[in-house]
């Protein structure tokens, strides 16, 4: 393969993902192979997670850049769900980071309702996201059936986002959660905050 000459904010950004990738894998959220991670650079280019590769120990060799589109630059193969991440970048020009781990608790929630989303509301926690000053707050996470065909999933969250009021994350059946920021750093913060909102109405349910 052809030496890609990556710009220096590419590893500055690779270096936040690598350690994003460290931390969830502690926490157990990205067993085995699964989810994937992405940065925008101010050039608009993204950083994202190569295909295949573990998320708890990832290298530099296992980023790779897109371009907009996504559409890689380097050579390498991007994740399977490079798009999902797309449809988020291309709609929020403010957003600088995508993480989609496969947390236990955001896997069992997205099965258990059948409302197709996930109230979280009175909660102190929910002062974690941008924007919410105070716990009596309502933040709907919205559950999109699971589809292979990426693009049509990609549409999908679109259309809901067309219609709806603003989010800051959403579920796939069975399959996780996705979140973004304007950081890797802010993205971080969010994941942690639901994955314990999630865990709290677990529980509820079972009372």
Excluded at 15 to 24: E, P, R, T, V
Excluded at 52 to 61: I, P, R, S, T, W
Excluded at 170 to 183: A, K, P
Aim: aromatic fraction near 10%; proline fraction near 3%; charge should be negative.
């Amino acid at each position: 393969m052809k030496h890609y000459d990556y710009p220096e904010t590419f590893y500055h950004l690779a270096d936040a993902l690598i350690a994003a990738g460290s931390f969830i894998d502690s926490k157990g959220w990205v067993p085995a192979t699964s989810g994937n991670f992405s940065a925008r650079l101010s050039d608009g280019t993204i950083a994202i997670t190569v295909s295949g590769k573990h998320k708890g120990h990832l290298q530099h060799d296992d980023i790779m850049l897109i371009d907009a589109q996504g559409n890689p630059l380097d050579g390498k193969v991007p994740s399977a769900e490079t798009l999902l991440h797309i449809q988020i970048y291309q709609r929020f020009p403010d957003v600088h980071a995508v993480l989609h781990p496969h947390s236990l608790n955001s896997t069992l929630i997205s099965r258990q309702h059948k409302r197709k989303k996930v109230t979280l509301k009175n909660y102190e926690l929910l002062k974690a996201f941008s924007g919410v000053t105070t716990h009596e707050s309502r933040v709907i996470i919205p559950i999109f059936e699971n589809d292979q065909n990426i693009a049509r999933l990609a549409e999908q969250v679109e259309s809901y986002m067309d219609t709806n009021d603003e989010i800051y994350a959403y579920l796939l059946n069975g399959h996780g959660l996705y979140t973004w920021g304007s950081s890797v750093v802010e993205t971080l913060r969010y994941l942690e905050a639901l994955d314990f909102l999630f865990a709290c109405e677990l529980h509820e349910q079972q009372r």
